[in-house]
């Protein structure tokens, strides 16, 4: 039998079908309340209540701290997956097999290039350009360069769009940065996989052989499946909306990049870690700063904790804090921020402030720490973010458009003046 909610709206009683997904959650499904009760819509301000789709790409369970691609836990992928089969996954919905994925390697390296005219419109931007805004920009630029639109209905079109983009978009990462750092551009190197390849082309020096660090790029490889994927997030929710009106796969990528820059979203990794520095200048006096975290009329937040879902350890930033420890032993680097995000963490965790708050350290909070310890730039963390999770905006706009779902339209409740009568600039 199926199952339905009761809504009774200016006394009368409304019956709306409950949706369940598979993992128990549940959902009153109101495609039909404002046809139904005359005019009445439901208000959500920053969606905390409501379900933008139905998917079947990434089950979270923010009270309990679980976090799956695909049915796979994230902490199996990390440990036993690479990037490309993560990517493989979120995108087709199956681990690949041997075969497929050679052949998803070699599709993507053969897109590994862009126009050279790409370069000129670099070279526009001013070198203290933040890298987001030229990524974002050098992605929306990627249309110019390849006009036609993709036909969803065909798997082959669909596939070349999915492979230029994951083949392309990690040299426009890396360029981002070689243009902050004024080395000349480059194109990498296709015997190398695809992480070896882009930290080839972030970090190679005219004048030097590229030496690949195994520890290094294995560490990448593990954050950047971390963030392959979060479900209905700020930017993932910006990708699908902005596909919604059919705009191109590039379109979409573009503005989820723009979303992913804030400081709430993927910009806290570049946040905490400037937080960490400015709390180590201060003299590393932590306490200082829970208080000021927990001021009301102080607008500073302790960045790299709180999230939207998370109501308890945000799985990720469970393996990232190892994974930040086992990498500087590696490297046999000592590194004063992590001792203060740890001592932060550990006063928060006791803290009823927090406690009661249920605000976790989130992925940010770590993730910085290895960035930096990799060599990796500061202003180079939410790109870095960004091309993790490139899969999952691709993922998602898929199945966006291959559901056909309409275009992302809410409705408001108008709080404005009431109709009035134009007064003359005179009479004003
Ligand atoms: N420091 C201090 N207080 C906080 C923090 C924080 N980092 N996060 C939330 N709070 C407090 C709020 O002030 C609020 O308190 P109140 O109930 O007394 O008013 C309460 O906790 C709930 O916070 P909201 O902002 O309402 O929660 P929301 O779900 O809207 O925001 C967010 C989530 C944006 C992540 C928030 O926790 C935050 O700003 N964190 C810091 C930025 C950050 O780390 N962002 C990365 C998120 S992960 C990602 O996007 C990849």
Same mark, same amino acid.
């Given at each position: 039998m199926s199952e339905t909610a009761i809504l009774e709206v200016n006394g009368k009683k409304?019956?709306?079908? $409950? $949706?369940?997904?598979?993992?128990?959650?549940?959902?009153?499904?109101?495609k039909t309340l404002r046809g139904a009760s005359g005019g009445v819509i439901t208000i959500d301000p920053g969606y905390k209540n409501t379900g933008s789709c139905e998917s079947a790409i990434t089950f979270l369970n923010g009270e309990e701290g679980v976090l799956r691609y695909r049915g796979y836990s994230i902490e199996e992928l990390a440990e036993k997956a690479d990037f490309l089969e993560v990517a493989y996954l979120l995108i087709f919905g199956e681990l690949p097999t041997k075969e497929q994925l050679v052949k998803f390697d070699a599709d993507i390296k053969a897109e590994a290039h862009v126009d050279e005219d790409i370069k000129k419109i670099l070279d526009g931007f001013p070198k203290t350009a933040h890298p987001m805004g030229v990524l974002s920009s050098l992605t929306n630029a990627l249309i110019a360069f390849n006009p036609t639109s993709v036909d969803v209905d065909s798997e082959e079109?669909?596939?070349?769009?999915? $492979?230029?983009?994951?083949g392309k978009f990690p040299v426009l990462?890396?360029?981002a940065h070689r243009k902050q750092k004024g080395l000349p551009l480059d194109y990498g190197d296709s015997s190398l996989g695809y992480v070896d390849n882009f930290l080839k082309m972030m970090f190679a020096k005219p004048n030097e052989e590229y030496k690949s660090n195994k520890v290094i790029s294995e560490a990448i490889d593990k954050l950047l499946i971390l963030h392959a994927d979060h479900e209905q997030n700020c930017s993932t929710s910006t990708v699908r909306i902005v596909g919604s009106s059919h705009a191109g796969l590039f379109a979409s990528i573009s503005a989820g990049i723009c979303a992913l820059w804030g400081p709430l979203h993927g910009g806290a990794n570049q946040a905490v870690i400037e937080m960490l520095e400015a709390i180590e200048a201060d003299g590393g006096d932590?306490?200082?700063y829970m208080a000021k975290a927990k001021d009301k009329s102080d607008p500073f937040r302790l960045m790299g904790f709180g999230h939207r879902v998370y109501k308890n350890f945000d799985p990720r930033a469970k393996i990232i804090k190892v994974a930040a420890e086992e990498i500087l032993a590696d490297l046999n680097l000592t590194d004063p921020t992590l001792e203060i995000a740890k001592g932060l963490a550990a006063e928060a965790l006791s803290d009823p402030y927090f406690v009661d708050r249920k605000l976790y350290p989130n992925v940010d909070f770590y993730s910085g720490i290895i960035y930096r310890a990799l060599g990796i730039p500061t202003g180079m963390f939410t790109p870095m973010f960004a091309l993790g999770r490139l899969p999952g905006w691709i993922a998602q706009w898929r199945e966006m458009r291959l559901r056909k779902e309409p275009i992302g339209r809410p409705r408001q409740i108008y709080t404005g003046e009431n109709a009035r009568p134009f007064k003359e600039v005179s009479k004003r």
């Open positions: 409304l019956e709306f079908p $409950v $949706v369940r997904g598979t993992e128990g959650e549940i959902a009153i499904d109101i079109e669909m596939y070349n769009a999915i $492979v230029k983009i994951m990462t890396a360029w932590t306490k200082k």
